[in-house]
């Protein structure tokens, strides 16, 4: 111990060396803290790949299938985005799209830019010989050559200058052009067929179909146009002052395969090793992306129900449901920065500084054991120095290697760039390939949904595992609907009613009754086309001749007009052959006529969702219907906040007016303007006849009162009770107490 001590008491320690010395292990503990997790990850996941053999089963895509929770579970195990086959086959795909035709303004943005980019490489090189020129001048001090080239070199900063711009201009031309190419055939997709109603509501694989229609396709569009620029231009530098190098030493005497040899294996070596350390990126993108869309669609829930959750006071629970979500999207987001970190850190040391001490060797190599540029004597027997030409030579080989350096380095440094495309392309693709089988008939639920909807359904209720098979047929006909043996299934495969038979003709109002969640609503669903018709046969007007009016009817962006002719433009209300005064003429059937002044006339635009009240927009989505003159209407409780005196005045109207009502009520005094009954039970069962309404009153005044009666036997039963025990008496009508 002593020996320790006086050996420690010899070494002088000053400030300056204890302060290097501590930030150096400081440094040091923090890499080894950060390295080792990361390592023992990597080492465990390599063991894991190798002991995991089994095999990932694929999903089933049927042609016309809901899909359940057992065949969705395969798509959990799918293959992460990465640059592999799949993401070459969907940038394929997606190339269909973004160029649909040989001549196109997106090919002949990408034939300026690739002609820009040409240009600029060309420029490079010139200005790279320009380079080695003044630096000649300057070594041979000839101040007028000097000039010369100096004004050259200035003329050609000018169009070098614009050339850059246009490069950058190009690019972002090309990645708005893509990106309105993506657009207008996504959204021409999501408003075909109702696909918009069914990718939510239908299908569960798209959790936000906003996030993918607008973030994902810029993020895509703007890296395909952003790495075509930063492979484009690198690749043909690369060529070109690699030619030119290789030239210019062969026409000095000097031998470049060594050189060229030595370039080679530096840049084999730095990609195997790139290739090594990347992590995965298109997954890290994808599942960032991902949480960004679900923090978004947080905040738009929150939005849409402000008012619920001000009632409630949820405040605090919907805040820990927002800061969770944004925790888990920070989580990932640093999860990306961490790798990056070590990433490139690894790329700028390879491609920097090995890189440059390559390079000095090979731009050294070719000048010293070059013949052209040995000194030698002239005729008179003067030595001539060869220094200027040695000096040229190297400037303009230096930029010249550096300039392909800097080509090679993007292109190495593009893969990060792939990886992350690859994640971009895949969420893009994905919602193409939704939106393409959901018009086909071919839905998918998420495991989450199916397990919810199994925990939902009665014990009487009957559910389908498994894939369900669209086998039923509509026909679209002038007049009447009928249904045979249609089956009212639930996307969710839960069968509220095995098989419906009914005939609803012209001049036939029905009314609609059962218990909540026995397929009142469900029918009208299947009836306007929103749900497939997975059996039997179904024949029913076409959808402009059938009007459905909901609980909330929707308020539109527009104005005041456009409310009532929804969802008809003005142009569409001229073709008609309808004016103003129509419209007020439906408003006073509907008694909304005083909004027309209140609200400051049509032609007035404000948010109709909140101007307008429970009740005023229940009887705007009945002026809908009169406005649009169905023969047959589908109203869903739409009068439930409009007093009984406006709504019976409403429902005589569209009587009067020759439409055929199909309504579901819960008011009997809406009753008597419907003349068949078609009545569900909740347990599958059902009832269509013919409608009495006075006998049908009686009997719910019947039930109504026996129900006021019945309601105190309990508590009376429970005096008599007590009394019997309080005298020691018995009853005949004394009950046993549990």
Known sequence: MSTILDAASKVKWDRATAARRAVFLAAAAYAVKTLYPVVCKQINRRKGCRNNTTPVPKAENGSTYLVKSQTDAPDHKRISPGVNAQFFKQILELGKILFPKLVSKELALLSLHSVALISR????IYVAGLDGKIVKTIVEKKPQSFVVQLMKWLLIAIPATFVNSAIRYLECKLALAFRTR??????????????????????????????????????FSQSVAHLYSNLTKPILDVMLTSYTLIQTARSRGANASGPTLLAGLVVFATAKVLRACSPKFGKLVAEEAHRKGYLRYVHSRIIANAEEIAFYRGHKVEMRQLQK?????????????????????????????????????????PIITATGFADNETADGQPQVMVSERTEAFTTARNLLASGADAIERIMSSYKEVTELAGYTARVHNMFLVFGEVQRGIYKRSSLSAITAGEKKSKTEMHIDGPLEIRGHVVDVDKGIVCENVPIITPNGDVVVSSLNLKVEEGMHLLITGPNGCGKSSLFRILSGLWPVYGGLLHKPSPQHMFYIPQRPYMSIGSLRDQVIYPDSVEDMASRGLSDNDLETILDIVNLNHIVTREGGWDAELDWKDVLSGGEKQRMGMARMFYHKPKYALLDECTSAVSIDVEGKIFQAAKDAGISLLSITHRPSLWKYHTHLLQFDGEGGWRFEQLDTATRLSLTEEKQRLEAQLAGIPEMQHRLNELCKILGEDSVLKTVEE
Not at 121 to 124: D, R, Y
């Open 182 to 219: 993506l657009v207008d055939h996504a959204y021409g997709t999501y408003f075909t067929d109702q696909t918009y109603y069914k990718v939510s509501n239908m299908d569960g694989r798209l959790a936000n179909p906003d996030q993918s229609l607008t973030e994902d396709v810029m993020m």
């Open 121 to 124: 490489t060309f420029l490079s």
């Open 325 to 365: 979500c944004y925790r888990a999207l920070a989580d990932q987001m640093n999860l990306i920065l961490s790798k990056r970190l070590w990433y490139i850190m690894i790329e700028q040391f390879l491609m920097k500084y090995v890189w440059s001490g390559s390079g000095l060797v090979m731009v050294a190599v």
